[in-house]
């Protein structure tokens, strides 16, 4: 009776303990180990938080130092997991015991426990220390000793640290060690996964090969240790190079995407052979590239990712690479590419002025049961709306309602299960002649509705710059009206209006905007 007592204080201790700490906000696991594998099959949607935590202050380099909101955003958009590059080499000492300056430690921890309060997979790694790969690089086996030491220090501090965290954290050893040699990647690996093994023996480890880490350094990367369960290879990948890093020529020739293809073929047979998931974390093409060659190979890559099962993280600096914009909090549209292109989209988009009145886009029709594929339309920017339906099995679509602007289209279908996949965009600049449809897309500040998905209703919201006669419409996936929401004349400012989808069966409906010369359209979700 008395140990019986015992154990029942113990276990009232136990679960008081896991009370207080969900009431401070930390995170508690309370799922079954994760595993290498579970954790890639959730890493299908990545980004990088990158030129953010690694130069000397965080935030130094154009992007704003993360805040938390941030965190919300990446998991709305629909990304999974969140990869933090981090430099610890001006944040710690540079004598025995080598300390990390307890201020940066906890700024990391907050950043990381903001991602792991949303349930989102987090990342850390060593990224920038120069210091140490040249030391690698260099003859002089004292200043080897002494930086290995360092190196050391700070990976026991940081698996410390971080030792009772949730297993979606996950620790990568050092990013791109150029211009270490291949043997001292190898053996610094080795060092470092036991360093971190003492603290933490099933936190899941990411390791690389050397040099900047390519898929063919990975594939001849020793293992740190073969019978550890709980290791995950990663690779990057920029390439073509000269396209990826440099914006020269062009992406998405036959040989583009067979280049692409073979790389993954690379590391999934690797991956096979020594049961090691793989992840790409880090991939992108600069800003400066052909537009319609850069949606191609974003699209290419998070395509072949899926298809393979490797784990995609983008790499987004707020610089060259630039997807999220951490000061107004705001996507461009490879989001969209990152989120939405699967191996079921339409793929092989190519859009040519046809005559000087019409646009043929076409593309490979790659749907398997959606009942219709939505055509989307920018004019003048990727701001894209509903602009036409056709069937599922269609393949070309031509466009007569033109103008003197840059057009930029995609494809959406709707699966059974209401999943949206979508094309890369495509788009076509300088046609001569026609007719505008609508004035610049700046002419409203605000169109859109919340929440999406809905069930019953969303509340639609629009922003007039001028009073004018306002119609708001509702169309089923046909091009059916199927119901009005408004339609008169509306003074400048903010507006709203429900709409309530109670008698309507499920299935995507669209809002059509009309104001003077000014259209708009916005997709709706219904699911009962």
Request: glycine share 6%.
């Amino acid at each position: 009776m008395i140990r019986e007592n015992k154990l029942w204080r113990l276990a009232m201790k136990i679960h008081l303990q896991i009370t207080m700490l969900l009431l401070l906000g930390l995170e508690v696991s309370t799922k079954a180990q994760f595993t290498p594998q579970e954790a890639v099959k959730e890493m299908e949607r990545g980004i990088n938080i990158g030129n953010t935590m690694e130069p000397p202050t965080e935030g130094a380099w154009t992007n704003p130092p993360v805040k938390e909101r941030a965190f919300d955003d990446y998991r709305n958009a629909g990304f999974t997991a969140i990869r933090i590059p981090i430099t610890w080499d001006g944040h710690t000492a540079e004598t025995s015991p080598y300390k990390i300056d307890s201020t940066w430690l906890a700024r990391v921890d907050t950043v990381v426990s903001w991602g792991l309060r949303r349930g989102l997979i987090i990342m850390i790694n060593a990224h920038h220390e120069t210091w140490l790969k040249d030391a690698l690089a260099d003859s002089g086996v004292a200043r080897q000793d002494s930086d290995l030491a360092r190196f050391d220090s700070i990976w026991s501090q940081i698996a410390t640290h971080f030792q009772n965290k949730s297993d979606s954290l996950i620790f990568e050893i050092i990013n791109e060690p150029y211009p270490a040699p291949e043997a001292a990647v190898n053996a610094l690996n080795v060092q470092i996964l036991k360093i971190i093994r003492r603290t933490n023996p099933t936190r899941i480890v990411s390791f690389s090969g050397y040099m900047w880490s390519n898929s063919d350094q990975l594939v001849t990367a020793q293992i740190p240790d073969s019978s550890d369960k709980y290791l995950i290879g990663y690779y990057h990948s920029y390439d073509p190079a000269s396209f990826g890093l440099d914006g020269i020529g062009t992406y998405g020739s036959p040989s583009d995407l067979a280049a692409t293809k073979a790389k993954f073929d690379e590391v999934t047979t690797w991956s096979k052979k020594n049961n090691i998931p793989v992840i790409l974390d880090e991939f992108g093409y600069m800003d400066t590239c052909v537009y319609n060659s850069r949606m191609c190979a974003y699209g290419t890559v998070v395509d072949q990712a899926l298809e393979h099962g490797v784990g995609a993280y983008a790499w987004d600096d707020g610089g060259d690479f630039p997807i999220y914009n951490r000061t107004n909090y705001s996507f461009n549209e490879i989001k969209d590419i990152l989120i939405y292109v699967s191996p079921e989209s339409p793929n092989g988009m190519k859009v040519i002025q046809n005559t000087s009145t019409t646009i043929t886009l076409s593309w490979h029709n790659r749907n398997l049961e959606a009942d219709s594929i939505i055509i989307e339309r920018g004019v003048w920017k990727p701001d894209y709306e509903y602009y036409a339906t056709v069937g599922p099995a269609d393949s070309v679509f031509v466009d007569s309602a033109i103008g003197a602007a840059s057009f930029y289209y995609r494809l959406s279908i709707i699966k059974k299960d209401f999943t949206e996949l979508q094309s890369y965009p495509i788009m076509i600049t300088g046609v001569p002649t026609g007719v505008v449809e609508r004035d610049a897309p700046s002419a409203f500040e605000l169109f859109n509705n919340y929440p999406n998905p809905f069930n019953p209703s969303t509340e639609i919201s629009y922003q007039l710059p001028v009073k004018s006669i306002v119609s708001l419409k509702i169309y089923d996936a046909l091009g059916r009206e199927v119901q009005t929401l408004t339609n008169r004349a509306e003074t400048a400012g903010l507006h709203s209006v429900v709409f309530n989808g109670q008698n309507l069966p499920s299935g995507v409906y669209f809002c059509r905007l009309v104001s003077g010369k000014f259209t708009a359209s916005k997709k709706l979700i219904l699911i009962k």
